[in-house]
């Protein structure tokens, strides 16, 4: 099966310095999506990339995928001290489950 | 705009006993899934269902069921409850037929904590 891999597993890194994550997947995927997770909150989507998709931009955020090394990037520019906060890569196949990655959790000090 | 709403938010039970946690998908959204997040896991893949019939199954044990009903709402019943079964259950909800790629808009969450 699957399984989605992030890393660095923490990050920290200064406020205005970039933050970029990286995540790994096994298997042909559909798409994959980039959430983020406050403490013990809710996941937000972020953004969702296709297979047949290579980058893809939304607001400070960027995406990158590359399907033959399985593996995508999610670049975080200017970052915020709101931006703290964990980030998970979760795959598809062409199944509707995701599967999740461990997530990166990233610090952004003031 | 209208969220995926999970209720009860926050749920205290007894080893052996039995929950069930709700959720309300976003309106007009038709398919229904839901996650299990134990601390400091990752999410993973219980149960979806579209057009309230099964649609995917991951790694939800036989103590659980779950089923959505004519209005799409969803309920995840939990019975012989375990001390692992302590986590962060998620629902998430999206527009569409299976196998194509649409967005996961989750919920809140629902905290369950066993003693």
């Known amino acids: 099966s699957q399984q989605g891999e992030e890393d660095p597993q923490a990050l920290s890194i200064q406020e205005g310095e970039n933050a970029t994550m990286n995540c790994s997947y096994k298997?042909?995927?559909?798409?994959l999506q980039w959430y983020r997770q406050n403490s013990g909150r809710g996941l937000v989507h972020l953004i969702l990339?296709?297979?047949?998709?290579r980058e893809k931009h939304s607001g400070r955020l960027r995406v990158t995928l590359d399907t033959s090394k399985k593996s995508s990037s999610l670049l975080i520019t200017a970052s915020r001290a709101a931006d703290t906060a964990s980030y998970f890569c979760a795959s598809s196949d062409y199944g509707q489950n995701f599967v999740f990655g461990p997530g990166t959790r990233l610090s952004v000090l003031p | 705009a209208a969220g995926v709403i999970q209720s009860p938010r926050h749920l205290i039970k007894e080893k052996r006993e039995t929950a069930t946690l709700k959720c309300y998908p976003i309106?007009?959204?038709?398919?229904v899934y839901w996650y299990q997040q134990g601390p400091g896991q990752d999410p993973q893949f219980l149960i979806s269902?579209?057009?309230?019939?099964?649609?995917d199954k991951g790694s939800i044990p036989d103590r659980f069921s779950a089923q959505q009903f004519s209005d799409y709402h969803s309920e995840l019943n939990m019975s012989s409850l375990e001390l692992g079964d302590s986590a962060l259950y998620f629902c998430?909800?999206?527009?569409?037929?299976?196998?194509?790629?649409?967005?996961?808009?989750f919920g809140p969450g629902t905290r369950l904590t066993v003693t």
């Open positions: 990339i296709r297979s047949n998709e």
């Open positions: 309106p007009r959204h038709d398919t």
């Open positions: 298997t042909s995927i559909n798409n």
């Open positions: 269902f579209y057009e309230k019939m099964q649609s």
């Open positions: 998430a909800s999206s527009y569409g037929t299976p196998r194509r790629s649409y967005e996961q808009y």
